[in-house]
Each structure stands twice: as C-alpha cells, then as structure tokens.
C-alpha cells in the first residue's frame, strides 16, 4: 500500500501516472513510471509515455481563456471538467499493455498565473474601481489556476489522483513555479558536473544542480528563464493562418537574420532582470507581448524570418543572459528538455552562446526529455501520498518545504 510505505521503510515499488499539460497548450503528456526510494535514494523507471492532443475546438477555448475571454462560471466548470476529462482518458490509454497504476499525479492545464505581489497595488486600483472596495492590499500572495480538477480524474479512472500542486507554495508565500527542480535534483544530478536542466516548453525554465558533494541540495536553484516557444508558436500561427503551429526544426528561423539590437532592448525588460525567484506565463508572454515585439521590429525591417530568428534568439539569449547573472557560476554542461530542445536552430543558438559548456539533451543522462516534465509530477505525487516536501523554498520562494498538492480518494475507495 502506497500509503503505508513510509512509515514500513521498505522500498516497495509504485507505479504512478503523471499528466501535464504545459503552456504550450499542444497536448497531454502522459507518463507510466515505476517509483521507489525516498529523495536520495529515488528510482524511477519510465514504462509508458504518449502525448495526446488536445481537440481541436477544446484547445481554442483554453487558448482564448489564457487569453483573457471573459466566460461564465458555468462556462468555467464545463471547461474544468472537460479538460479533467481529456485528463482521464489520457490515464487509461497509458495504461494499456500494462500493469495497472496506483495513484495519478495530474499537473492540470494552467490558465492563469500570476506571481506574488509585495507592491502597494490594491484590487480597486488595478480595476480602476470608482472607490467601492477597500483601499488596503488584499494580498501578496500569488494565484495560480490550473483547471481539470483531480477529484473528477480521480472518479473517471478509479485512481487516486494528486492535483492542484502549486497552492500550497503559494499559500507559503512562494511563486509555485518552478516545481520540478527537487526531482531534478534528485534524478540529474552527477557527482562531478555541474548541470543546468533546461526545460524549454511554452514559458522556459531552469534548474541548476551543483555536483553532488557536500552541502549540494542547498544549492540547488531554479527559476523561470522567460519564453520558451510560446511567442514563437503564436507567430508561426499568425504567419501561416493558422496552418502551423511551431516552426519545425527551427528551419523557418534559421533562414532569417536575427536583430541583435532588438533581442538587447528587449532583454532590458523587467521580468528579465528581475533576480530569482521569478516565474512567468503566457499572461505576459501573449499576443499582446508579440505586437510590442513587431511594433519595436519595425524600426528594424524585418521580414518574417528575420522576426523568427529574433524570437528564437531572445529565447536562446534570455536563458544565457540569466545563467550569467544569476547563478553562482556557470555550469558544466546544460541539459535540454521539452519540445524547445528539438528546435535545432534554437539548440543551436544556446550552444553558441553557452560556449565552452555543453549543450547536451536529459536523454543523454538517462532522463527521457519529452516527458521530464510529466515524470517530476508523478514523482511530486507520491512524496505528496508519503507526506513529503516537493518545493524548494529557495527556488520558490515560500517560506518553507512543503507538502504539494491535495490528494483525492475515487467515491469507490472511500465507501
Ligand atoms: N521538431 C520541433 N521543432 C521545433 N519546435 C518543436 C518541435 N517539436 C516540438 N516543438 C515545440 O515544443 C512545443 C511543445 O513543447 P512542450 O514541452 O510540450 O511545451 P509545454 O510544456 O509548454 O506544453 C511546441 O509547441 C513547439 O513549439
Ligand atoms: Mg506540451
């Protein structure tokens, strides 16, 4: 029982299902993992992996809500559960072939992030309210929305299933983002090198794991680097009317000119030289975001490729730039993950501007890098049913490790 495991000590196997679906909002990738250990002593072994697409229609309602369309709550639930149930059907299908899965760790869609706040900003002065409400902050605290709630997975596939991660490192004060570096840590890290896992998905993000002496986990460190491929994704949609949704390979990007002078000016921005802790979304890195870009890219002349190759270079620059700035010193080697990593322009780009460090893939240590992402959630699941902390509060901010996410037992288990 996956429950009782810690407190027998024994290192019994789980098997896990973990599901996400990122910022890029292209699908649901699943993963069938074999779990033991604690934290040190972790093992995981992927059994099954697949990405499923979201339906069309469904991902242009959850594109328009990340958005900002403005729904009813009806409209709201309807969504929640729809994507919970996209969810779902993802669990069973992985588990087709083998074993059944003990416990669902489900990320959800996130459709709204915001990071803390310690401004003076009230609700009434951000909504221009004409003096009703009061004049106080209500909160520093971030908010973070990820819909395809747990509890309905939970009951579609019998499962107990793990959601709703990022709240309680927010509620510590933290940006409940980024979740994964304590399982990179604990799935990446050499005795020797000193890496940087760098997930490149829609929004990118960064770990950096000291080699693994002395007092290594304390320095492990992370944080939103900034765009991934969201601006590129939403530029290659506005160019081709909505044939394509990525620039394949980097191709397109890579017979254009970059715009230097462009990547520095934005570079300039807040969000980039804010220091950690920091994270970020599509909220910030949206359409409106891309029609400053092609505003400031007028006075460059640039044609559409060009405006790729710039894209994909404030990408490549935003990550080196803040290795450079922000961490105690540069790594070893840089291990790429997410669907950025099979931009061959963009991993590139990161090479050029990374050397001497290499610039290598997690599947190059073992960790598959399509589905890094899914795996750190199932892993987030069970030390959630063990009772362990998956935050870490230097990466996030929060004032303390906490336990992540709100466990929900299938109507069948509980009666
Ligand atoms: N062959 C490829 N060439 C270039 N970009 C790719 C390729 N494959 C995937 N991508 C990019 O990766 C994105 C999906 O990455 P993913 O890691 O799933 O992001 P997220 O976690 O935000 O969903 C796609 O939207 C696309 O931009
Ligand atoms: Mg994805």
């Known amino acids: 029982m996956l429950l009782d495991k810690k407190a027998s000590g024994a290192s019994q196997v789980t098997r896990v ?30 059994l099954a992996s697949a990405t499923y697409p979201y339906p069309k229609v469904l991902r242009e309602q959850i594109l328009a809500v990340c958005a900002g369309k403005a729904i009813s709550m009806a409209e709201l639930a309807a969504l929640d559960d729809a994507i919970a149930y996209q969810f779902a059907q993802a669990a069973q299908e992985i588990q087709i072939g083998n074993s059944p899965a003990e416990l669902i760790g489900s990320h959800g869609q996130t459709v709204y992030h915001q990071p803390p706040s310690n401004s003076h900003s009230t609700v009434a002065e951000e909504q221009g309210s004409q003096g009703e409400l009061p004049e106080q902050p209500i909160s520093t605290l971030g908010y973070s929305l990820q819909l395809g709630r747990g509890e309905v997975i939970a009951q579609l596939t019998g499962l107990k299933t793990v959601s709703n991660f990022r709240a309680a490192d927010i509620a510590a004060g933290g940006q409940g983002a980024p979740l994964v570096p304590k399982v990179d840590a604990y799935l990446l890290s050499h005795p020797t090198k000193h890496r940087c896992i760098q997930n490149i998905g829609g929004i990118a993000n960064v770990t950096y794991i000291p080699a693994s002496q002395g007092n290594w986990l304390e320095l492990v460190c992370g944080w939103d680097t900034g765009p991934g491929n969201a601006l590129l994704d939403l530029a290659v949609e506005h160019f081709t009317n909505g044939q394509q949704t990525y620039d394949q390979d980097g191709s397109w990007a890579a017979s254009g000119i ?131 902390p998956g935050n870490l509060p230097q990466v996030t901010g929060a004032g303390a490790a906490t336990k992540l996410g709100n466990l929900h037992i299938p109507l069948s288990s509980c009666c």
Request: net charge negative; with cysteine.
């Open 258 to 388: 970059k715009s230097d002078a462009l990547v520095e000016l934005l570079l300039h921005q807040n969000f980039f030289q804010a220091s950690p802790p920091k994270s970020t979304g599509r909220e910030l890195f949206s359409a409106d975001y891309l029609n400053y870009c092609w505003a400031m890219g007028s006075n460059y002349n640039l044609c559409t490729a060009d405006m790729l190759a710039t894209l994909t270079e404030l990408t490549a620059a935003s990550i080196a730039d803040s290795y450079r700035r922000f961490l105690p010193q540069m790594p070893d080697e840089v291990l790429l993950c997410g669907g950025g990593s099979r931009n061959l322009y963009l991993k590139q780009r990161l090479q050029d501007l990374l050397a001497p460090v290499q610039v290598l893939t997690t599947d190059e240590a073992g960790v598959n890098g399509d589905f890094k992402e899914a795996i750190a959630f199932a892993v987030l699941a069970y030390w959630c049913a063990l009772g362990i």
């Open 17 to 46: 299902i973990g599901l996400i679906s990122g910022t890029s909002v292209d699908g649901i990738d699943a993963a069938l993992v074999e779990i033991a250990g604690n934290d040190i002593d972790l093992n995981v072994e992927l």
